[in-house]
Structure formats: structure tokens, C-alpha cells
């Protein structure tokens, strides 16, 4: 089984940085894509960030500038550093990663559970 489990989330001033991480555990073969995603009240689930395997990473554009998504694959962690944050930044936001485990031939797509950054004032 693998799990996703998401931290780093609070509430921080419009301007201001969060760094999110997503820890990623079990029984990895190899993991392919992480990608943060965002749901907001009353909001369909948004997505933010991704990088590949090899370091390639693409943003919405409402993020393009503000946050940096990277990732430790030794570690099996992905990072969503966010800067100059605004208060429509505001949601849950969630990890997504595609795992191949050790029993699998192919690769699912695993979420956590979210953790919340409030950007307020």
C-alpha cells in the first residue's frame, strides 16, 4: 500500500510564504508524477502544480511566479514552496502522486488527505 500524507499548511498574511510538503510511504516501485491540487469552498478541485520523474514541472497560471514545486526522489517527497501569497490562495490543498508499487505492472494515482492554508489578514 503507499500513503500520502500532506503538512506544512496555516494561515499566514496576504504576502506572505508556505513551503507544503507530501511525504509518500509503502511499498514504492517507482514514482512517476507529483501534483498539487487545491479545492476551495464552493470551488471545483484546481491544479496548481505538477513535475515529472525528471524535474519537469508546469503551474496554472495564477501561480506562475509565486510558487515552485520540486521534489526529493531519494526521499520520495514533493515540496510546493508558495510565495507572495494572496488571500484567493485560500483552499486545501492536496498531493497527488502516481506510484508503481513493487506488486503493481502499472502506476495509480494516490492522494492525501489535504492540509489548509488560509491567507488572511
Known amino acids: 500500500q503507499v500513503q500520502v500524507v500532506e503538512s506544512g499548511g496555516g494561515l499566514v498574511h496576504p504576502g506572505g510564504s508556505l513551503k507544503l510538503s507530501c511525504a509518500v510511504s509503502?511499498?514504492?516501485?517507482?514514482?512517476?508524477?507529483i501534483s498539487w491540487w487545491r479545492q476551495a469552498p464552493d470551488k471545483q478541485r484546481e491544479l496548481v502544480a505538477s513535475?515529472?520523474?525528471?524535474?519537469?514541472?508546469n503551474y496554472v497560471d495564477s501561480v506562475k511566479g509565486r510558487f515552485t514545486i520540486s521534489r526529493n526522489n531519494a526521499e520520495n517527497t514533493g515540496y510546493l514552496e508558495m510565495n507572495s501569497l494572496k488571500p484567493e490562495d485560500t483552499a486545501v490543498y492536496l498531493c497527488?502522486?502516481?506510484?508503481?508499487?513493487?506488486?503493481?505492472?502499472?502506476?495509480?494515482?494516490?492522494w492525501g488527505q489535504g492540509t489548509q492554508v488560509t491567507v488572511s489578514s
Open positions: 513535475i515529472t520523474s525528471g524535474g519537469i514541472s
Open positions: 497527488k502522486a502516481n506510484v508503481q508499487t513493487g506488486a503493481a505492472y502499472f502506476a495509480r494515482d494516490y
Open positions: 509503502g511499498t514504492i516501485f517507482k514514482m512517476y508524477y
